[in-house]
C-alpha cells in the first residue's frame, strides 16, 4: 500500500519474467519497465479478488462484461507486443506502456461504474422508501392536508428496517481507488 512506484527500467533485459503481479495504482509504473523482458504475458493485480468482488456487485450486466472484457484484455495484448531490445537503448519496447495504459483504464471503469452503481442504488432506496411511505399512509387513512400526520406516517413506515437489512447486500465492496487526478 505504501509503495509509490516502481523505478524506471527496473526489470530491464530480465528474460525470465513471465507473470508480474502489480498493484491497481495509476502512476506506477513508467513506459519502459518491461524492456527486454519478452517472456512477459501475465499481469496480476494486487486487488484482483476484491476487483472481481466489485465486478461482481456491480448492477448491470454489461457493465460486469466491459469490466471482465477489460479486466482480460491484457492477455491479448502483451503477448504481441514488443518488449524492446537491452542492446538499443532507443527501443524501449511498448509493455511498460500497455501495462500503465491497461491499470488506467481498469481504474477509470470500475471508478466510472461504481459511482452510477451508488446513483442508481440512491434513486432506489428514494423509490423504495417512497414506495414504502405509500403503502402506509393507504393503511392508516390519513387525511388530506394532514401534514404532520403525514411526516409521522413517513418515520413510522417501516422504510429504516427494511434499508438496514436490505443495503447491505446491494453495497460494492470497499478499497482504496489508487487513481491519480
Given amino acids: 500500500d505504501k509503495l509509490e512506484s516502481i523505478g524506471w527500467a527496473v526489470f530491464y533485459g530480465c ?3 513471465e507473470r508480474i503481479t502489480l498493484p491497481l495504482k495509476d502512476g506506477m ?3 519502459n519497465l ?3 523482458c519478452e517472456k512477459l504475458r501475465h499481469v496480476d493485480l494486487v486487488e484482483g479478488a476484491i476487483l472481481q468482488k466489485t465486478t461482481d456487485a456491480l448492477l448491470l450486466e454489461e457493465w460486469k462484461k466491459i469490466m471482465y472484457i477489460e479486466i482480460d484484455s491484457i492477455y491479448h495484448i502483451l503477448p504481441t507486443t514488443p518488449a524492446g531490445g537491452t542492446d538499443d537503448v532507443e527501443d524501449e519496447g511498448r509493455k511498460g506502456r500497455e501495462v500503465k495504459l491497461w491499470i488506467r483504464s481498469v481504474l477509470h471503469k470500475i471508478v466510472h461504474y461504481k459511482a452510477e452503481h451508488h446513483r442508481y442504488l440512491k434513486e432506489a432506496t ?7 411511505w405509500k403503502k402506509r399512509l393507504s393503511e392508516i387513512n390519513i387525511p ?3 401534514e404532520e400526520g403525514r411526516a409521522k406516517c413517513r418515520v413510522k413506515c417501516g422504510a429504516d ?3 438496514k437489512n436490505v443495503l447491505p447486500f446491494l453495497e460494492l465492496p470497499t478499497y482504496t481507488n489508487k487513481m491519480k487526478d
Fill in 144 to 146: 388530506d392536508g394532514d
Fill in 34 to 36: 518491461f524492456q527486454g
Fill in 15 to 17: 528474460r525470465s519474467l
Fill in 126 to 132: 428514494i423509490t423504495l422508501e417512497l414506495a414504502l
Fill in 29 to 31: 509504473i513508467c513506459d
Fill in 161 to 163: 428496517i427494511v434499508m
